[in-house]
């Protein structure tokens, strides 16, 4: 439980003025110490305290630039897929910034929400293994119910960013489907499930951009080489390094999920790819919901895009008297882009 009438509250009047530079080398040192002390006496006052998630946006200065000096996972949700999703699929032609905030708050609610762990294979029994790889957990909570209920957010970090050089996680959600079409829309999970792994397989992030076409490699060995990364082509067949599967509904904790574990989907060196968490309530709205949060290669397109444009901009030299003037270099840039490229080219092999 957290007491946030206990919470110290830091008012910054001065903003960023949209400069990432000004953020991170003025407003990140500045307001350090008094995040720190409000962060430390919130903490103080958690009956349990699992860690921090934070809202941000990837420009600008206050949310980016102050943001970045204080973060383990970084989860990319894109204006763009989102504002898709709602005039291809929720029949909302003109998406406001509100659509856009409902549906990604939707996904990422599905995720955070309380739920517990349990085994790939519903019919087998929990072993140690099974939750070896967990953070602490309340003995009582185990003892009593026999299941351990899923950490935010050490669980998750422990589960998908466990190596350091792979931090950026991607997240789909199931179902799409318009408010006025849910009374006429009979959800199972063979349906659900089996739209959400062809999601993984091809990367997309909306049920009607899939290539069906798209399938495994027949060889079960990891000797196969998939299309080669184009900056301007998104590869055909996404690959993971762990994948995070949440259910939510009738059911959840006994539906077979197998075919998210299969080794053709993740990296040799990868022995326990995927973690389930299931909780029998509906989600909202939703009979049954399911959230994929992968760390796949699905980051590339965006990533490289990104890269692409900054290399530009600093060729350019566009706008780079506002970041000079707050300490940052020539030599700062080529550095960023440089760990950007290892980024990319450590997605791109896996």
């Known amino acids: 439980m957290m007491h946030m009438d206990l919470l110290p509250v830091t008012v910054v009047l001065e903003t960023s003025s949209n400069n990432w530079a000004r953020g991170y080398y003025d407003h990140g040192p500045q307001s350090l110490d008094s995040m720190m ?4 006496t919130e903490v103080e006052h958690c009956d349990v305290f699992g860690g921090f998630i934070v809202l941000q946006s990837m420009a600008g200065g206050t949310g980016a630039g102050l943001g970045a000096y204080s973060a383990d996972g970084v989860i990319i949700v894109q204006n763009e897929q989102l504002s898709t999703i709602c005039r291809t699929l929720l029949s909302i032609q003109r998406p406001s910034f509100d659509d856009l905030n409902e549906l990604a708050v939707q996904a990422i609610g599905c995720v955070l929400l309380p739920s517990h762990w349990r085994t790939v294979e519903p019919n087998s029994q929990p072993t140690f ?12 909570t185990i003892v009593t119910s026999g299941q351990s209920g899923v950490r935010l957010l050490s669980d998750l970090l422990s589960s998908l960013c466990f190596h350091p050089g792979y931090k950026i996680l991607t997240l789909r959600f199931t179902p799409q489907v ?5 009374d006429f829309t009979n959800f199972t999970w063979d349906a659900q499930l089996k739209y959400l792994r062809q999601m993984l397989i091809t990367g997309a992030y909306k049920e009607l951009e899939m290539d069906w076409n798209i399938k495994l490699p027949t060889s079960s060995g990891h000797d196969y080489r998939q299309r080669i990364f184009s900056s301007s082509v998104p590869h055909l067949m996404n690959r993971s390094v762990a994948s995070l599967l949440i259910l939510r509904g009738s059911g959840s904790e006994c539906v077979g999920v197998s075919d998210f574990a299969d080794d053709r989907l993740y990296p040799i060196w990868q022995v326990d790819p995927l973690s389930v968490a299931s909780c029998s309530s509906s989600y909202g709205r939703y009979e049954l919901a399911a959230s994929l949060l992968t760390n796949c290669q699905s980051s590339v397109y965006p990533t490289s895009r990104a890269l692409t444009k900054g290399c530009n901009m600093l060729a350019s030299k566009a706008y780079l008297y506002q ?5 940052m270099e020539y030599a700062s840039f080529e550095s960023a ?3 950007v490229e290892d980024i990319v080219g450590r997605y791109s092999s896996l």
């Open 178 to 182: 318009p408010a006025q079409s849910l």
């Open 129 to 140: 293994k099974a939750f070896s790889k967990r953070s602490y957990e309340s003995e009582q």
């Open 37 to 40: 002390k409000a962060i430390r």
């Open 337 to 339: 882009f440089a760990s």
């Open 323 to 327: 970041y000079f003037e707050h300490g």
